[in-house]
């Protein structure tokens, strides 16, 4: 017979209160489940492949086989479908929350990694067979409250649309700029940004 044994402390916690949680542990504590489901085709077979996000996670399926799911050390708020870099190809685009400010490996003139958790904007592409990202923000200076894009000076160009915030101790995000974003060879670049208030 197996029996469990939980430790009290002097104060009375278990001893599994006692344990550290990491930043990204903290920061789920605070987001509320989130759901969206969409149909695309990425893969240009002719047959949409489904894309399910649930409490922050995202998994891409066809035919009942996964081809990709996001890391559980990611909390994607929400994606876009579009050709955000203008080369032709459709893009997967999220908003997430994820922990360091950089990926696996810093630029050469960052000595360590910010652990704190901030929002950031990745750009998929489907290559290969095989989903991927073609690139990736650092941690944004303000939160995406909300994304989308549309051609907004009718160039035939897709602009990112963004509805930007602020960071809080509860990873809230309340909309106070709306912020028009154009993509060149490297990256986004900030077109205007005006007080969604005034």
Not at 41 to 68: C, F, K, R
Not at 74 to 83: C, L, M, V
Request: aromatic residues 12%; proline residues 4%; charged residues 20%.
């Amino acid at each position: 017979m197996l029996a469990l044994v939980v430790i009290l402390s002097a104060t009375g916690q278990t001893s599994a209160d006692s344990v550290e949680l990491s930043p990204f542990q903290q920061f789920l504590k605070h987001k509320s489940p989130n759901a969206q489901i969409e149909q695309a085709d990425l893969t240009s077979d002719s047959t949409p492949e489904n894309y399910s996000l649930v409490n922050g996670i995202l998994t891409i399926t066809q035919h009942a086989q996964e081809l990709w799911a996001s890391s559980p050390d990611w909390w994607i708020d929400s994606f876009d479908i579009a050709d955000a870099t203008h080369n032709g190809k459709i893009n997967l685009v999220l908003s997430l929350w994820k922990s360091g400010n950089y990926g696996p490996s810093n630029p050469f003139w960052i000595q360590e990694n910010d652990p704190s958790v901030k929002n950031h904007l990745f750009v998929m592409e489907y290559n290969n067979d095989a989903f991927a990202q073609v690139w990736g923000s650092s941690n944004l200076s303000v939160p995406n409250c909300e994304f989308s894009f549309s051609d907004i000076d009718n160039d035939g160009k897709q602009e990112l649309v963004v509805i930007e915030g602020e960071y809080t101790e509860d990873f809230s995000c309340t909309g106070k700029y709306r912020a028009i974003w154009k993509w060149n060879e490297w990256g986004f670049y900030n077109e205007s940004r005006s007080d969604l208030h005034s």
